[in-house]
Nanobody
Framework: QVRLLESGPGLVKPAQTLSLTCTVSGDSITSAFNAWSWIRQAPGKGLEWLGVIKYDGLTYYNQPLKSRTSISRDTSKNIFSLQLNSLKPEDTAVYFC??????????WGQGTQVTVSS
């Protein structure tokens, strides 16, 4: 059973950088073929995939957000992180970390609310 726990600031100012961390338990982020994503949901909108870091460290991003998004990992701590810079009020959303394992099991974190406001 994989467990994911997001952490980070709940309130950030426009133009600042958001940093969120997902702590993973129950599996290693380097386990073969696992993929670790960040997804968000803005108020009244659907889910938006931000990007993924795969077991081998390769990253892929949602093209419209690619210039503002960075996903990294710390294998010693079994965590992966999201940085989203040049924040705008429309980045206000619940941010989720998400895992897809080699056997196609899907796991979600509980989500963390991020509000971008001055």
């Amino acid at each position: 059973q994989v467990r994911l726990l997001e952490s980070g600031p709940g309130l950030v100012k426009p133009a600042q950088t958001l940093s969120l961390t997902c702590t993973v338990s129950g599996d290693s982020i380097t386990s073969a073929f696992n993929a670790w994503s960040w997804i968000r949901q803005a108020p009244g909108k659907g889910l938006e995939w931000l990007g993924v870091i795969k077991y081998d460290g390769l990253t892929y991003y949602n093209q419209p957000l690619k210039s503002r998004t960075s996903i990294s990992r710390d294998t010693s701590k079994n965590i992966f992180s999201l940085q989203l810079n040049s924040l705008k009020p429309e980045d206000t959303a619940v941010y989720f970390c998400h895992a897809k394992t080699v056997v196609q099991n899907i796991y979600w974190g509980q989500g963390t609310q991020v509000t971008v406001s001055s």
